[in-house]
């Protein structure tokens, strides 16, 4: 009787792990977790209509913005000698600030699909014929392109939240970097949208003023409106 017993127990045994074995291998797999939604795109809290056309808007807010920062620093000759004009009263920062958060949030103002020129208003500013792209053309290349839009948007608004972060620190210094980084900022966006065919020609006149007097040269105005 002892040895029947032990035997069904080693049996038991045996088929309940052969159970076990037959339970793991058909249950199923245990599926990895779902990765991670993607965030959903931000949505504004209201329409956005724009009132002035692309021409308007620079000529009215972005440009002259922009001049709270390219006039916050200045190298000047006088009959006493160079003077450097820095910005060093409250009052000073205080209207580079606005010019750097007026750009950071303005620039994104041209996001919102508006007219490049008002009605009717067609015309170019320089006299040579073919060197200013009209507002229709303009319109071709955004349409053909809209990434290299928004790349040269989130630039100018870069350079804006550069300028922040420098009023916050004072350092006046970094003041000349980033009033070179509004400047290639402008430039590269007017050269790609605005006159393309002038973007050899700035290049080698560039690179000759700095061939005969160094890097930081001082370049002609190219903001064609200021």
């Given at each position: 009787?002892?040895?029947?017993?032990?035997g069904r127990r080693v049996a038991m045994r045996s088929g309940l792990a052969i159970c076990a074995g037959l339970t793991l291998c058909c249950s199923p797999a245990k599926s990895a977790p779902p990765a991670a939604a993607a965030p959903a795109p931000q949505q504004l809290w209201g329409d956005m209509k724009p009132v002035v056309s692309v021409k308007e808007l620079?000529?009215?807010?972005?440009?002259?913005?922009?001049?709270?920062?390219?006039?916050?620093?200045?190298?000047?000759?006088?009959?006493?000698?160079?003077?450097?004009?820095?910005?060093?009263?409250?009052?000073?920062?205080?209207?580079?600030?606005?010019?750097?958060?007026?750009?950071?949030?303005?620039?994104?103002?041209?996001?919102?699909?508006?007219?490049?020129?008002?009605?009717?208003?067609?015309?170019?500013?320089?006299?040579?014929?073919?060197?200013?792209?009209?507002?229709?053309?303009?319109?071709?290349?955004?349409?053909?392109?809209?990434?290299?839009?928004?790349?040269?948007?989130?630039?100018?608004?870069?350079?804006?939240?550069?300028?922040?972060?420098?009023?916050?620190?004072?350092?006046?210094?970094?003041?000349?970097?980033?009033?070179?980084?509004?400047?290639?900022?402008?430039?590269?966006?007017?050269?790609?949208?605005?006159?393309?065919?002038?973007?050899?020609?700035?290049?080698?006149?560039?690179?000759?003023?700095?061939?005969?007097?160094?890097?930081?040269?001082?370049?002609?105005?190219?903001?064609?409106?200021?």
């Amino acid at each position: 009787m002892l040895n029947i017993g032990v035997g069904r127990r080693v049996a038991m045994r045996s088929g309940l792990a052969i159970c076990a074995g037959l339970t793991l291998c058909c249950s199923p797999a245990k599926s990895a977790p779902p990765a991670a939604a993607a965030p959903a795109p931000q949505q504004l809290w209201g329409d956005m209509k724009p009132v002035v056309s692309v021409k308007e808007l620079m000529r009215d807010m972005i440009d002259p913005i922009a001049d709270n920062i390219f006039d916050a620093i200045a190298i000047v000759d006088t009959p006493h000698g160079t003077v450097q004009h820095v910005p060093k009263t409250d009052e000073d920062w205080d209207k580079i600030r606005i010019g750097a958060v007026t750009l950071a949030e303005g620039a994104y103002l041209l996001k919102v699909p508006r007219p490049f020129a008002p009605a009717g208003d067609d015309k170019t500013l320089s006299p040579v014929e073919g060197e200013e792209l009209s507002p229709a053309q303009i319109q071709a290349k955004l349409d053909k392109d809209p990434v290299l839009w928004n790349a040269k948007i989130e630039a100018l608004r870069n350079v804006g939240l550069e300028v922040m972060e420098i009023v916050r620190t004072k350092k006046v210094d970094e003041l000349w970097d980033a009033s070179d980084n509004l400047d290639a900022a402008c430039e590269n966006c007017h050269v790609a949208f605005w006159y393309p065919g002038e973007g050899k020609l700035l290049k080698g006149l560039d690179n000759k003023l700095e061939g005969l007097f160094g890097k930081g040269a001082p370049r002609p105005d190219r903001s064609r409106g200021r």
